[in-house]
């Protein structure tokens, strides 16, 4: 059983964003931070704090707040953030070539391992430096994404081919979708997507910004 199974899911997307402060804080030889400090960072009050982190432990010392280290390893613990994850990546667009170069992959533990296209004059490209070689034939991708046990996958392909993909990945073994392409997919049980519609987030930005609101649309929903 996941270690954050029965967790609401926006208190699991927040401990990311917990995360990465720690791991700033720890990048400044913080020892501890109070939940005051953490909610400012994320946005929620400190109960809310308190509350997310009571769901994965009892991680705060009364009078010193939680300290940083035990802190971050119990959290990339249960995230699965202390392992190294395999990643492919379908469509090597503008977008896609930006995300195969983006270092933020491999700064948390995604190793992307496999670049995929069908157009034929992409194939044999070399993929991002040191990351995997050179961009794949779709052709490859069930053998590649069997082989090597991939369960994540990062879809930059247009709308029109991404259903299909994200159906050949669930069938080959990947459960999770970062999914770039335009479009909501129809996924099966067991697989997870997350859908980054730029276009859309940023008509939701201008939104907030023409309607006077301020702050951080951390979801995306155009709600702050
Ligand atoms: P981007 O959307 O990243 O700006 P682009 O405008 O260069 O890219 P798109 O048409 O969006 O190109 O396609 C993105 C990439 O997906 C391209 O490299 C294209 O060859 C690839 N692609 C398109 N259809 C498929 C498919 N069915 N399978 C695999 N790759 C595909």
Avoid: W
């Amino acid at each position: 059983m996941a270690k954050s199974e029965g967790i609401p899911a926006p208190a699991v997307r927040r401990l990311s964003l917990y995360l990465r402060h720690l791991e700033n804080s720890q990048g400044r030889n913080r020892a501890t931070v109070s939940s005051r400090e953490l909610s400012r960072a994320v946005g929620v009050t400190d109960a809310q704090v308190r509350k997310d982190l009571a769901y994965f432990g009892q991680f705060g010392h009364p009078g010193i707040g939680y300290r940083v280290d035990d802190l971050v390893a119990r959290m990339r613990e249960i995230l699965g953030a202390d392992k190294v994850r395999s990643v492919v990546l379908i469509g090597a667009g503008n977008l896609g070539k930006a995300l195969m170069s983006y270092r933020g992959f491999r700064k948390k533990n995604f190793n992307l391992i496999a670049v995929f296209d069908n157009d034929p004059q992409k194939v044999g490209e070399p993929a991002a430096d040191a990351v995997c070689d050179r961009i794949q034939s779709l052709d490859k991708l069930e053998a590649v994404v069997r082989k090597h046990e991939v369960k994540l996958a990062i879809l930059a392909v247009p709308a029109s081919a991404a259903q299909v993909i994200a159906e050949r990945l669930a069938t080959a073994g990947v459960r999770g979708i970062l999914n770039f392409a335009p479009v909501i997919l129809q996924t099966r049980p067991g697989v997870t997507t997350s859908t980054v519609d730029l276009a859309v987030q940023l008509e939701q930005l201008s939104f907030l910004v023409t309607t006077g609101q301020t702050g951080d649309d951390r979801d995306g929903d155009g709600l702050n």
